[in-house]
C-alpha cells in the first residue's frame, strides 16, 4: 500500500504562489501526479509527471503557471504554483497511478498523454485558498 502526505498548501491573494509537497512511503514506477477538488466539483487532474523520465502532462487550466517536478532520491513529488487565480481554490491531492483500475476503489481515472490514467492512494490533501 502506498502512503502519500501532501503539505505546502495556505492561503495567498490571487497572483502569488505556492509550492506543495508529496512524500511518498513507496514511489511509483510509472506515474504521479496532482488532482485538486473543489466545493461542490468533482475531483480533477492537475499535473502529472513519468517518474521514469521528464515528460509531464497538465490540464488545460493550469497549462503554463503550474510546474510538477519530482526528487526521485527523496520519493517526493512537487507542485509549483505560480499566478493563482481564485479559481485554484480547492483541496489539492497528491495521487499514484494504480498497478490496475480496481486497486483502489476511490480511485480515479483521468486521461493523460503519459499512458497512465487510472490513479489512486489518496493522501489526506492540503487546502489551497486564493483570494481576489
Known amino acids: 500500500q502506498v502512503h502519500l502526505v501532501e503539505s505546502g498548501g495556505g492561503s495567498v491573494r490571487a497572483g502569488g504562489s505556492l509550492r506543495l509537497s508529496c512524500e511518498a512511503s513507496v514511489y511509483s514506477s510509472s506515474c504521479m501526479a496532482w488532482f485538486r477538488q473543489a466545493p461542490g466539483k468533482e475531483r480533477e487532474g492537475v499535473a502529472a509527471i513519468y517518474t521514469g523520465g521528464t515528460s509531464t502532462h497538465y490540464a488545460n487550466s493550469v497549462k503554463g503557471r503550474f510546474t510538477v517536478s519530482q526528487d526521485k532520491a527523496k520519493n517526493t513529488l512537487y507542485l509549483q504554483m505560480n499566478s493563482l487565480k481564485p479559481e485554484d481554490t480547492a483541496i489539492y491531492y497528491c495521487?499514484?497511478?494504480?498497478?490496475?483500475?480496481?486497486?483502489?476503489?476511490?480511485?480515479?481515472?483521468?486521461?493523460?498523454?503519459?499512458?497512465?490514467?487510472?490513479?489512486?492512494?489518496w493522501g489526506q490533501g492540503t487546502q489551497v485558498t486564493v483570494s481576489s
Open positions: 495521487a499514484a497511478e494504480l498497478p490496475h483500475a480496481g486497486d483502489d476503489p476511490n480511485g480515479a481515472y483521468w486521461l493523460t498523454t503519459l499512458g497512465c490514467n487510472n490513479f489512486g492512494y
